[in-house]
DNA sequence: TGCCGATTTTGACAAAAGTCAAAAGAAATC
DNA sequence: GATTTCTTTTGACTTTTGTCAAAATCGGCA
């Protein structure tokens, strides 16, 4: 009970524009946010490229699991692909929770698993599935992912070109 | 002090030949082993292709991430690169251990977040990096790898063929 | 409605990587 | 030390994907 007061005035919610960032590659992540209406996504600028490396929608967590684990300044920027709504705490307030109630630790670890087996399966899928391949993966598990995000991003989220994404689609859908 | 005296009694050694598998594709991994002493590598089985995901040396952890935090059997086998050493506990141990002693949640937590940095990295490098860059990423920063492991399995954790990866070596070490 | 800017598609060509097959080189076994 | 087996390299060719450039399409918005 004290657990859940102590969570509940930390909490602040925010309406945010589209395009609005909430993290920047190159600054320290301070923040866990949830989204709770709305659409991001996470990106890496890489010789001035703009590569996306994930997507997230309602009920989704929106931080750096990096920036956060390590302390170092992020790499990758957080943007909003809506007008969205998220709920933020820091992690400075998140740290002092776990102190208090080392029982999170256990949320924590649970939540930091759930990702890892997320990138696991995308990373085997780079390792051994051809672009269509992959496009028709994603056509079947994240659906969302086509109608929310612009071919660009989809495009680099595959690791193709976009012209090439855009003939894998022209073929057949 | 109760807490090691508990994790002391449930860990077992074992000496293992090249070759060993200590998790099968298609069964529920049981077990946490650290490697002690010699090398071992994770694969899967992909339209009878055997692809490389990761390898492990002397000091690194043995299991499926996966087939622990889901309960579902693993799609991974674990292989023993050379005659091998092992210290293993059961999962079941480790939860009793978890459960009586919360606090390793935390430990649990942070080794989950290495980990999961350590695969974004890898995936990142898929992503937007060529099979050459990505050779050479491997040379600088495991070494170990390019050593004690045969050519076929590194190409396929690169994701290439073995005769590409071999081209690639040929032109310029 | 009509225009502007952004996104998506298409074309032509170049580069990267895969496949199949054979040869060369190492390593293990007798 | 010869033979067998496994690993690595090389060659010829095909397929996949990237790049650059131009055309087509889509979406707001004046």
Redesign the interface.
Same mark, same amino acid.
């Given at each position: 009970m004290e657990g859940q007061m102590a969570l509940a005035a930390m909490v602040t919610r925010r309406e945010l524009p589209k395009g609005h960032l909430l993290l920047e590659q190159g600054k320290v992540c301070q923040h866990f946010y949830l989204l709770e209406q709305g659409s991001a996504r996470g990106y890496?600028n890489?010789e001035g490229?703009d590569?996306s %490396?994930w997507f997230a929608f309602e009920g989704d967590v929106l931080t750096s699991?990096?920036s956060?684990? @390590?302390g170092k300044p992020s790499y990758t920027n957080i943007e909003l692909l809506e007008d969205s709504a998220v709920i933020g705490f820091t992690f400075d307030q998140l740290n002092a929770l776990l102190e208090s109630y080392? =029982?999170f630790? %256990?949320i !924590?670890? %649970?939540l930091? =698993? &759930?990702?890892?087996?997320e990138? =696991?399966e995308? @990373?085997?899928s780079? &390792?051994?599935k051809t672009a269509t391949e992959r496009y028709h993966e994603l056509i079947t598990k994240q659906p969302q992912i086509l109608q929310r995000a612009s071919l660009g991003h989809i495009a680099?989220f595959l !690791?193709v070109s976009q012209e090439t994404l855009s003939r894998i689609r022209a073929k057949r859908e």
């Open positions: 890496y890489h490229k590569v %490396l699991l990096y956060y684990a @390590t080392p =029982e630790n %256990l !924590g670890r %649970l930091t =698993e &759930q990702y890892f087996i990138l =696991e995308r @990373t085997l780079f &390792q051994f680099s !690791g």
